[in-house]
Structures are given as C-alpha cells and as structure tokens.
C-alpha cells in the first residue's frame, strides 16, 4: 500500500494560479490535488486518458463542446480521454479538488 499526504507533497504550478500535486497512484490510475485561483484559465487541451474528479471548495467552470458546466463543492465530473476540455476559475475564492486519472499520466508537460 502506498500512502502520500498531501501537506508533504510540493504543488507545481502547471499555468499562472493553477496548483497541482501529484498523490499516490497504481500503474492504472493516480490521483492528484488542485488549486485553482480566482481568474485562473485552463486552456483548451485533450489528453488520452479518462479523467474524473470531485470539487471541494469553490466553483469550477468546465468549457467543453461549447457547453459550460459549473462543478461546485462536493459535485464530480467524468471527462473522457481524448475530450476536449478547458477550465476557468470565475469566482472569488480558490477551488480546491482532487482528479483521477487512468491509465496515470506520465510526464504530464507542467511537471516539466
């Protein structure tokens, strides 16, 4: 069994006012934490694996299909791999959630 904390692990910021953290993970899935600032923007991008999460704090703003879908505290998403998706933070205070990913994400670019 693997155990991570989070209040040991260091955040990346993968663009300006988005923090993320990568937890414990299988060779079939990991899981990872994100904050998100007030005014943050989470270009358009896809990647090939399936991606679900869970909003703790605050609203998300999903943007896919030319759909909008607000996520806030304790409602989760599911976004299909290779799913066009972005993401903007347009409230006031930091979202804060976890994200699933299977297979994992290997050297995802912002780890960089």
């Known amino acids: 069994m693997e155990r991570v ?3 040991e692990t260091d955040s990346t910021e993968a663009v ?3 923090h993320l953290a ?3 993970g299988t060779e079939s899935m990991n ?3 994100f904050e998100i600032e007030p005014g943050a ?3 358009e991008h896809d990647h090939p694996n399936e ?3 869970i909003v703790f704090e605050g609203e998300l703003t999903f ?3 030319g759909e909008e879908i607000v996520c806030g505290p304790g409602d989760s998403y599911a976004i ?3 799913e066009p998706h972005a993401a903007e933070n347009r409230g006031d205070e930091i979202v804060r959630g976890v994200d699933v990913f299977s297979p994992p994400r290997e050297n995802p670019s912002w780890q960089e």
């Open 31 to 33: 899981v990872q934490h």
């Open 63 to 65: 943007l896919v299909e």
């Open 22 to 24: 990568v937890l414990a």
């Open 80 to 82: 299909p791999g290779d």
């Open 16 to 18: 300006d006012g988005v």
């Open 5 to 7: 904390s989070l209040s």
């Open 41 to 43: 923007v989470i270009d």
């Open 51 to 53: 991606q679900t999460g």
